[in-house]
């Protein structure tokens, strides 16, 4: 009964990994780039939450929509400041950028209001327990993994059903072509930031909801995870953001089940450091040969 | 003539560097330098150290790693243990700290060789997290509580480590060796069809880059009277990675140049971390977007000299061809 608890915990941390690693995911599949800034994305979105939740007085719908507008807002400035002069840079120039920019981010809100920690209030979300079959399951961690699997559902219709998504399938396939057929792809590119700042907003709130400390350097580690989820599921694949999430909290909840849960953070980087050794691809990407 | 022309340079610099080591040594036993300029100068020194191993890594073989600080935790635990442990004296400790440090550069090069880029950038910061989350766990070096280590670090050690760095990586950049790793720095696809074995020279920059960095460990461990995991955490690298980006990836002298700008800087801005942070973040940004390359670029302070005397072999070479 153990297990299933641990498994339940690791699915509504894996379904928090997963949206964050949707938005590396798809900003790497359009600009190739491993947005290093997006961990404090989440970061911000966390705390903007929490500020409507106790300063703004509002619900948990209400904040989770705030939070999201604000930090696809705070995505779309990044790209368009930091990161849209160095779109024919190097690959090395566009990295340091963005470890630049998320040391900025972090700092900077440090150096605003503080290093201290915040406790989310408790009350946003019915606490009850239910026992099926033994197992005791939180109602937040449901409403957690709902409101994640909500998410991803209206991700996947935008991007396969809208306009916007087409544009952005076309960019990431091909960004001259897509220039040549009429796309706008500076404005396809900002979306994407913004859609997946948007999903790191939401993150951030249920992670605040559910792990109730939230600080200004918390999302250093999870951003770091989330990019393993997505290297796990193939980096650039939608579905495989998902699936790679979910595995790697199951992973983490069955690391720490056996005992090991001081070990649980270097686990994500071992399950990194194999995967790219031995499937490079990740669990859903084809296997592409280098062209010269 | 070029090599009696080099040779030359050489020596100039060697002297040069030996008559400043000789002042401060005397400035130092005659009390002139309080413990807090010394400090300051030993930070410069292992800055030094750090930012040359790291170039030849990022700026020679053009291997982008950002998990330094795993490999000067390796050597600032190994000669640790050496010291306080086995009670071995100092210099067996650098020399042990600094082949445990290669050893784990060997560890961490062979797999990565299959790595590219963005790819090899985040395997090697998980690979200093492993390391840091290996510390954390380890008993015996104190856990997360640290290991007392005495200070054994001083101005001669410092002095005699920077100058063996730079002499040895500087001549290994010259050698063939140096110009195969440029060569895979410039074009891998290109470098490996010319039959140039990528393979084997991406790992012998990585291990000679740990071995520098490990050694700096040593000086590092024993320049403080305790060491735990936490200051061995990714700002560490992101701290040397700045080194080797505002010197000029590529230019030796610019890593130096850089690491003892920056140690100045951090040293007056010890008491505002916040504030050193986001300076250091900015010169990441602006440097990025408006000189990639850096500095000093790809260029040697040497080259500047060669340029202004008028009938360098470089010039001659011009004419010739």
Redesign the interface.
Known sequence: MELIQQLINGVSLGSIYALIALGYTMVYGIVKLINFAHGDVFMVGSFVGFYSITVLDLSFIPALLISMTVCALFGVLIERIAYKPLRNATRIAALITAIGVSLLIEYGFIYVRGAQPEAYPNDVLPTEKFDILGVSINSQSVLIFGVAVVLMIILQIIVHKSKIGKAMRAVSFDADAAKLMGINVNNTISATFAIGSALAGAAGVIFGIYYIKIEPLMGVLPGLKAFVAAVLGGIGIIPGAMVGGLLLGVIEALVSAAGYSLWRDAVAFVVLILILIFMPQGLFGKNKKEKV | MTTIKRAKGFWLSISLSLIFFAVVQVLIGGGSLNPFYQNTLMFIGINIILAASLHLI?GITGQ?S?GHAGFLAVGAYASAVMTMKLEMPFYAALIVGGLASALAGLIIGI??L??K???L???T???G??VR??L??IDYVGGASGMQVSHLTTWPWVFASVIITIIVIRNFTSSTHGRACISIREDE?AADSMGINTTYYKVVAFAIGAFFAGIAGGLYAHNFYIIQPSNFG?LKS?DI?ILV?LGG?GSLSGAVLAAILLTVVTTFLQDYP??R??I??????V???YR?QGLMGTKEITSMFKRKGGSSHEKNKNTAA
């Not at chain 2, 250091?280 to 940004?285: A, E, G, Q, T």
């Open positions: 990022i982008f950002i797999p990565s299959r790595l880029g963005d790819y950038a985040i395997a910061l998980g690979f997290e492993i989350i290996m954390l766990n696809t990714f992101f990675l980006v990836l916040e504030t942070m986001i250091y973040s900015l010169v990441l940004i440097m990025m977007l990639p």
